[in-house]
């Protein structure tokens, strides 16, 4: 069973920051990408920020040079600071990962329960 933990949402001013942290636990063999989504109220959900094995790094036009994605392989842990945020980063962030859980199986799509940040103007 793999889960995907999140933690560090909340409340903050524009301007702000907040860092949000993923961990992957459970039976994980490989993970190749992991990153955020975020959902506002009635939006689709989209693609915030995503890192690769490798290292590639692949952000939303909208976050760029405020937003980092980082990774600690060894955690299986994905973290996202956010800095300079505005009233329209309000939304529920989702983490995502792409993994398979023994060599055998193929990789599949796991997604973590969400966590709200909310930016007040």
């Known amino acids: 069973q793999v889960q995907l933990v999140e933690s560090g949402g909340g409340l903050v001013q524009a301007g702000g920051s907040l860092r949000l942290s993923c961990a992957a636990s459970?039976?994980?063999?490989?993970?190749?990408?992991m990153g955020w989504y975020r959902q506002a109220p009635g939006k689709q959900r989209e693609m915030v920020a995503l890192?690769?094995?490798?290292?590639?790094?692949h952000y939303a036009d909208s976050v760029k040079g405020r937003f980092t994605i980082s990774r600690d392989n060894a955690k299986n842990t994905v973290y996202l600071q956010m800095n300079s945020l505005k009233p329209e980063d309000t939304a529920v962030y989702y983490c995502?990962?792409?993994?398979?859980?023994?060599?055998?199986?193929?990789?599949?799509?796991?997604w973590g329960q969400g966590t709200q940040v909310t930016v007040s103007s």
């Open positions: 459970g039976s994980i063999f490989s993970i190749v990408v």
């Open positions: 890192t690769v094995n490798g290292g590639s790094t």
């Open positions: 995502h990962a792409n993994l398979k859980v023994a060599v055998t199986t193929p990789y599949g799509n796991y």
